[in-house]
């Protein structure tokens, strides 16, 4: 397996929000990160988070370029060996809290039989769905079979992190994954999915409900193999309106959650979905993962404690001066007050965001002290070992 091994330096703190404390790194001792990440999902009160980034492995990291440099990205995805250096890489250089797999949400659009591109310039599926017959074309595929790379790659990742840390498998919300399928890329507004979801809903329907069924023993390998908790990633249910939504991407959502959530934890993450909130919250996930648009506390405040909260530092923010990004973090922090809370950015990390900053981030965020009715707490006995 390719090594990148990063010594990581201590960042200097100073001049902190007045609600939260930073705790000494030199006097923790080491503590369970899976134990600490599946309290924040259960909503327990801690007095510190656990913290990740989606994206986190990818073009903001030298090591990670690297590997690219000289394997193309659908190989990384499909080479297990590669899929799990990748993945370990920000565990390594930063020190996060959970281990994302490196791979892709289009992956079961080709296993389920459409022509895949992926490249830099974005995903490219050049025979897209526009009709019953190409729905019906589409098979529902054997995980261990045509993908059994990313299972794999997760086996590989718990051997080598051991049973402490959680490693976290992830697929495309059926919704966000139909938009590719259907527009064939990524297009502003998605009209050709939408112009299909009007003129033919039922065969639309049909097309949700298979990708919910293929979905479905996709996540369960990626938990057969490992992994601590899922994620569905619904990043373009924004697109949608409520009512649309509610018939819709809602009830494809609901069918996956429901057979995982016995099993694992199952995070949801939405996107610009501040209008469909009340809405989302009925999918059944254990997690809500929200954008940078969403007020953590007042949403929290509608929804009450039974669902826990993922999120929500604008990831433009570690683009700024360490004191904006200090700020940030704490803030995100104070707003739930360690209730059922597990501290990421509203999106995926930004390939321009230099590695000291991702790496103030995490650490602000796992050495900041915080109490669940919002008072100052004395300064913690645990350290988060890389």
Same mark, same amino acid.
């Given at each position: 397996?390719?090594?990148?091994?990063?010594?990581?330096?201590?960042?200097? %703190?100073?001049?902190?929000?007045?609600?939260?404390?930073?705790? *000494?790194?030199?006097?923790?001792?080491?503590?369970?990160?899976?134990?600490?990440?599946?309290?924040?999902?259960?909503?327990?009160?801690?007095?510190?988070?656990?913290?990740?980034?989606?994206?986190?492995?990818?073009? %903001?990291?030298?090591?990670?370029?690297?590997?690219?440099?000289?394997?193309?990205?659908?190989?990384?995805?499909?080479?297990? @060996?590669? !899929?799990?250096?990748?993945?370990?890489?920000?565990?390594?250089?930063?020190?996060? @809290?959970?281990?994302?797999?490196?791979?892709?949400?289009?992956?079961?659009?080709? !296993?389920?039989?459409?022509?895949?591109?992926?490249?830099?310039?974005?995903?490219?599926?050049?025979? *897209?769905?526009?009709?019953?017959?190409?729905?019906?074309?589409?098979?529902?595929?054997?995980?261990?079979?045509?993908?059994?790379?990313?299972?794999?790659?997760?086996?590989?990742?718990?051997?080598?992190?051991?049973?402490?840390?959680?490693?976290?498998?992830?697929?495309?919300?059926?919704?966000?994954?139909?938009?590719?399928?259907?527009?064939?890329?990524?297009?502003?507004?998605?009209?050709?999915?939408?112009?299909?979801?009007?003129?033919?809903?039922?065969?639309?329907?049909?097309?949700?409900?298979?990708?919910?069924?293929?979905?479905?023993? %996709?996540?369960?390998?990626?938990?057969?193999?490992?992994?601590?908790?899922?994620?569905?990633? @619904?990043?373009?249910?924004?697109?949608?309106?409520?009512? @649309?939504?509610?018939?819709?991407?809602?009830?494809?959502?609901?069918?996956?959650?429901?057979?995982?959530?016995?099993?694992?934890?199952?995070?949801?993450?939405?996107?610009?979905?501040?209008?469909?909130?009340?809405?989302?919250?009925?999918?059944?996930?254990?997690?809500?993962?929200?954008?940078?648009?969403?007020?953590?506390?007042?949403?929290?405040?509608?929804?009450?404690?039974?669902?826990?909260?993922?999120?929500?530092?604008?990831?433009?923010?570690?683009?700024?001066?360490?004191?904006?990004?200090?700020? !940030?973090?704490?803030?995100?922090?104070?707003?739930?007050?360690?209730?059922?809370?597990?501290?990421?950015?509203?999106?995926?990390?930004?390939?321009?965001? *230099?590695?000291?900053?991702?790496?103030?981030?995490?650490?602000?965020?796992?050495?900041?002290?915080?109490?669940?009715?919002?008072?100052?707490?004395?300064?913690?006995?645990?350290? %988060?070992?890389?």
């Amino acid at each position: 397996m390719i090594s990148s091994l990063l010594n990581s330096r201590q960042a200097e %703190y100073a001049d902190m929000a007045p609600l939260n404390q930073l705790t *000494p790194p030199v006097e923790r001792a080491e503590i369970n990160r899976k134990d600490l990440f599946l309290r924040a999902c259960r909503g327990e009160a801690l007095n510190r988070v656990p913290v990740w980034m989606m994206r986190q492995a990818g073009r %903001y990291l030298p090591e990670y370029r690297a590997i690219r440099a000289t394997h193309s990205f659908l190989e990384v995805c499909k080479t297990p @060996d590669l !899929a799990a250096e990748v993945s370990l890489q920000p565990f390594r250089i930063l020190g996060v @809290d959970a281990i994302i797999v490196f791979s892709d949400i289009l992956i079961p659009a080709e !296993a389920m039989g459409m022509h895949l591109e992926l490249n830099d310039a974005g995903p490219n599926l050049p025979s *897209p769905i526009r009709s019953a017959a190409d729905v019906a074309n589409l098979r529902i595929f054997d995980p261990e079979m045509e993908t059994k790379f990313l299972p794999e790659a997760i086996r590989r990742i718990v051997k080598n992190v051991g049973a402490d840390v959680p490693v976290l498998g992830f697929a495309a919300a059926p919704w966000t994954l139909a938009c590719y399928m259907v527009e064939g890329k990524t297009k502003e507004g998605f009209s050709t999915v939408k112009s299909f979801l009007y003129h033919e809903p039922e065969t639309f329907r049909l097309l949700l409900n298979k990708i919910a069924q293929a979905t479905i023993p %996709y996540l369960r390998a990626q938990i057969d193999a490992g992994a601590s908790a899922v994620q569905l990633f @619904d990043t373009w249910c924004g697109e949608l309106n409520l009512e @649309d939504y509610e018939n819709f991407a809602l009830p494809a959502v609901q069918q996956v959650v429901s057979d995982i959530a016995g099993k694992v934890p199952v995070i949801y993450y939405t996107k610009a979905s501040n209008h469909l909130m009340a809405a989302v919250a009925r999918s059944g996930a254990t997690v809500l993962s929200v954008d940078w648009r969403v007020d953590l506390a007042a949403l929290r405040k509608t929804l009450g404690p039974k669902i826990a909260l993922q999120g929500n530092v604008d990831p433009a923010v570690l683009l700024g001066p360490t004191g904006k990004i200090r700020g !940030a973090t704490q803030s995100a922090l104070s707003a739930l007050n360690g209730i059922g809370h597990i501290l990421n950015l509203g999106h995926g990390i930004s390939k321009q965001t *230099p590695v000291e900053n991702a790496r103030l981030f995490i650490e602000t965020g796992q050495q900041t002290v915080v109490g669940s009715a919002g008072k100052v707490n004395q300064p913690t006995s645990a350290t %988060y070992s890389r």
